[in-house]
């Protein structure tokens, strides 16, 4: 996670220093960065939310999913009831017209920075318990869009007007991101889909429809999903060509180690490789000597003294 507050990386160090002639010599090292990534399942049924905008009668009824990856593209489906009203005092119909549309995806990233001794805030009663660290709160926008057509509007009926859109949102071409994170230290990110939209009120005679005229009137309804941002879980694992080994495929023994070798320019390492698993040949420092016989029936085996520590 590469964060504006905090950077999380996972990383391989391995050293080893060599020796010759008992001599150790430049150690060598190895320095790997691992690809440590998050990853949830996401749900088939898409989720619902319902939000009602007072003092007026628009209900906003949206379909979205709520695992999101960040490459793809994902739909919201939004509905708009209510957007209509009979006057009856001066006999008109009242409309709502939507004007404008904005989503934009919000990344917030938490985490507490550790105050020392020195710099810590001083306290006056005894009783007060000293504060850990200072919290802070950075948020970014990694996608947004502002839309002013593409909707469906039917003001046939003054009972059943509605709004119709589908609207496409995903992450920028080139954002900078960190998946949703909680962890104990106070480190947490989360993510949120923000939609802005911006309605004006219209009026018409009953009897003229046609006849539309602007009052002047308008407002901002803005609605908040909150959205969980995880990388893909991709084809899982292969059990057939990454399957563990089974107890069947286990040697009898684990292969033996010898002394120290020293290696010259003319040796390679094929020559000094040990014997094969099932036969362990003794040297002349006492290692045990064990030769495993094969017959029709049952096995005999070398008596031996158990191999050192």
């Not at 009668?57 to 695992?67: D, L, M, T, V």
């Not at 904005?102 to 001083?122: D, I």
């Not at 094929?270 to 698993?277: I, T």
Request: with cysteine.
């Amino acid at each position: 996670m590469d964060g504006p507050l905090v950077v999380v990386s996972y990383e391989l160090k391995a050293e080893a220093i060599p020796k010759v002639a008992g001599t150790p010599q430049t150690p060598v090292q190895l320095k790997k960065v691992l690809d440590v990534k998050r990853s949830l399942g996401t749900s088939e049924l898409p989720h619902h939310s319902v939000r009602v905008f007072p003092p007026t009668n628009i209900k906003a009824s949206a379909h979205y999913p709520h695992i999101i990856h960040p490459i793809g593209t994902y739909n919201l489906n939004l509905k708009l009831d209510g957007i209509s009203r009979h006057n009856t005092n001066v006999d008109t119909i009242e409309y709502w017209k939507l004007k404008k549309l904005t989503w934009r995806l919000e990344e917030t990233a938490k985490a507490v920075a550790p105050a020392c001794g020195k710099h810590s805030p001083k306290l006056e009663g005894a009783d007060q318990q000293p504060k850990k660290g200072l919290v802070r709160t950075e948020t970014r926008v990694i996608g947004e869009k502002t839309l002013f057509s593409g909707w469906k509007s039917n003001y046939m009926s003054t009972t059943d007007s509605s709004i119709e859109l589908e609207l496409e949102y995903n992450l920028a071409k080139h954002a900078k991101f960190a998946c949703d994170t909680k962890c104990r230290d106070g480190t947490e990110v989360t993510h949120q889909l923000m939609v802005e939209m911006v309605v004006s009120q219209e009026w018409a005679p009953v009897n003229k429809p046609a006849l539309v005229t602007h009052t002047g009137v308008g407002r901002i309804l803005r609605m908040h999903f909150s959205t969980i941002l995880t990388e893909r879980a991709g084809m899982g694992i292969s059990w057939d060509t990454e399957a563990p080994p089974i107890y069947q495929d286990v040697p009898p023994s684990p292969p033996a180690y010898s002394h120290e070798t020293f290696l010259d320019g003319e040796s390679s390492i094929a020559e000094l490789m040990e014997e094969p698993l099932d036969s362990m040949i003794g040297d002349s420092d006492g290692r045990a000597s064990i030769n495993t016989h094969s017959s029709s029936d049952q096995q005999s085996q070398v008596d031996a003294p158990p191999p050192p520590a």
